[in-house]
């Protein structure tokens, strides 16, 4: 059974190309839901603000949690580090100087004492792994981070990562974000706009996920930019395939007999069909996220779900 409280709120936009006002108003009807888990990272949205730096999601987010005093105690909030564009003009990546430094600056634009989940965003190969998790199970150690989680990374590289902080005896990292809808690209296909080698959802993903059940997976731009149901967004083409046919006409069958939208059955499914995620909404107005929202209590069928998993 799945319900709100597995849908993740993007926050990606919040403070950028989202307002304040309309950001306020996205977290408010969230957690009045029953929404309890938000999104964020310390590079949101650098690409989207006038001095190229990250931040303006987290801030968006402690003023919020400001307004809104005893909410963030029924909140799951994470943030990730690594990928902010550091003065030289590479990436910060993920050193313990930077891990440390960074979780510092999270906490303080959020406003809060402790980060429930803490990402690292995307690999950093410079680094010595070791020092990496060194530097993140500190942070579990000394009470500022709850839980730890790795985005974008090879498969050998977060079992390699859990190893050493089986032998360091440090917190490992338990929760998985990459990206993965219910269509997927042509294998080895060049997907536009895809930043991270290793930021999809593989067959070893779900193996890997499903092989070690104190795993979590969380899914990261589950609408392929809402790419289901609107007529102005077709999907990229590199989604073009047979079995992208037969996927999205299980989809519609499912979507037209609940009377609901396609990206609604899309989220149901992914919520529900092995090895579950829970999908991160992004989203910039009331009514994608009330969708969504629905999306979450929507329950299908045993068939319903086995044709989604193996449409002919
Ligand atoms: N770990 C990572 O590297 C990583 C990378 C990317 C994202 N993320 C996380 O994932 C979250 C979501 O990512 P994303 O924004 O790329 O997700 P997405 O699901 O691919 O796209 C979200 C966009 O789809 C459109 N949309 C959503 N619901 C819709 C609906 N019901 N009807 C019509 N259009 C709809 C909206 O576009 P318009 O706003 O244009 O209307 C919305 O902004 C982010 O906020 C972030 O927290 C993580």
Redesign the pocket.
């Given at each position: 059974m799945h319900g709100i409280s597995d849908l993740v709120l993007?926050?990606?936009?919040f403070g950028t190309r989202l307002d304040e006002r309309a950001s306020f108003a996205l977290l408010d009807r969230f957690v009045g839901a029953g929404g309890t888990t938000i999104?964020?990272a310390n590079c949101y949205a650098f690409w989207e603000s006038e001095d190229g730096h990250g931040g303006q999601s987290e801030a968006v987010i402690g003023r919020w949690l400001a307004a809104n005093p005893g909410v963030r105690e029924e909140l799951v909030i994470a943030t990730?580090v690594g990928v902010e564009p550091a003065d030289d003009g590479g990436l910060e990546g993920l050193s313990a100087e930077v891990i440390e430094r960074e979780c510092g600056r999270s906490l303080d634009r959020l406003g809060i004492d402790r980060i429930d989940v803490y990402w690292a965003?995307?690999e950093d190969r410079a680094t010595d792994l070791e020092e990496t998790v060194t530097a993140f199970g500190a942070l579990v150690k000394n009470g500022r981070v709850t839980r730890l989680g790795v985005?974008?990374h090879a498969t050998w590289r977060v079992e390699r990562g859990r190893r050493l902080a089986a032998r360091l005896s440090v917190e490992p990292w338990t929760v998985l974000?990459l990206?993965t809808s219910y269509v997927e690209p042509r294998p080895g296909a060049d997907v536009p706009g895809k930043?991270?080698r290793f930021?999809f959802v593989s067959e070893e993903t779900r193996d890997y996920v499903e092989s070690h059940p104190e795993l979590e997976l969380w899914a990261?731009?589950?609408?392929?930019?809402?790419a289901y149901?609107?007529a102005d967004r077709p999907l990229p083409q590199v989604y073009e395939h047979p079995g992208t046919t037969a996927r999205l006409e299980a989809l519609a069958q499912v979507a037209e007999r609940h009377g609901v939208?396609p990206?609604q059955v899309v989220l149901a499914w992914m919520m529900t069909s092995a090895p579950q995620s829970r999908p991160?909404?992004?989203?910039?107005?009331l009514d994608?996220l009330d969708?969504?929202l629905d999306a979450a209590r929507l329950e299908l069928s045993p068939e319903e779900l086995s044709g989604l998993d193996a449409p002919r």
């Amino acid at each position: 059974m799945h319900g709100i409280s597995d849908l993740v709120l993007g926050t990606m936009y919040f403070g950028t190309r989202l307002d304040e006002r309309a950001s306020f108003a996205l977290l408010d009807r969230f957690v009045g839901a029953g929404g309890t888990t938000i999104d964020t990272a310390n590079c949101y949205a650098f690409w989207e603000s006038e001095d190229g730096h990250g931040g303006q999601s987290e801030a968006v987010i402690g003023r919020w949690l400001a307004a809104n005093p005893g909410v963030r105690e029924e909140l799951v909030i994470a943030t990730k580090v690594g990928v902010e564009p550091a003065d030289d003009g590479g990436l910060e990546g993920l050193s313990a100087e930077v891990i440390e430094r960074e979780c510092g600056r999270s906490l303080d634009r959020l406003g809060i004492d402790r980060i429930d989940v803490y990402w690292a965003h995307g690999e950093d190969r410079a680094t010595d792994l070791e020092e990496t998790v060194t530097a993140f199970g500190a942070l579990v150690k000394n009470g500022r981070v709850t839980r730890l989680g790795v985005s974008n990374h090879a498969t050998w590289r977060v079992e390699r990562g859990r190893r050493l902080a089986a032998r360091l005896s440090v917190e490992p990292w338990t929760v998985l974000q990459l990206t993965t809808s219910y269509v997927e690209p042509r294998p080895g296909a060049d997907v536009p706009g895809k930043d991270h080698r290793f930021g999809f959802v593989s067959e070893e993903t779900r193996d890997y996920v499903e092989s070690h059940p104190e795993l979590e997976l969380w899914a990261y731009s589950p609408l392929i930019q809402g790419a289901y149901d609107r007529a102005d967004r077709p999907l990229p083409q590199v989604y073009e395939h047979p079995g992208t046919t037969a996927r999205l006409e299980a989809l519609a069958q499912v979507a037209e007999r609940h009377g609901v939208a396609p990206s609604q059955v899309v989220l149901a499914w992914m919520m529900t069909s092995a090895p579950q995620s829970r999908p991160i909404v992004g989203v910039s107005s009331l009514d994608q996220l009330d969708s969504a929202l629905d999306a979450a209590r929507l329950e299908l069928s045993p068939e319903e779900l086995s044709g989604l998993d193996a449409p002919r």
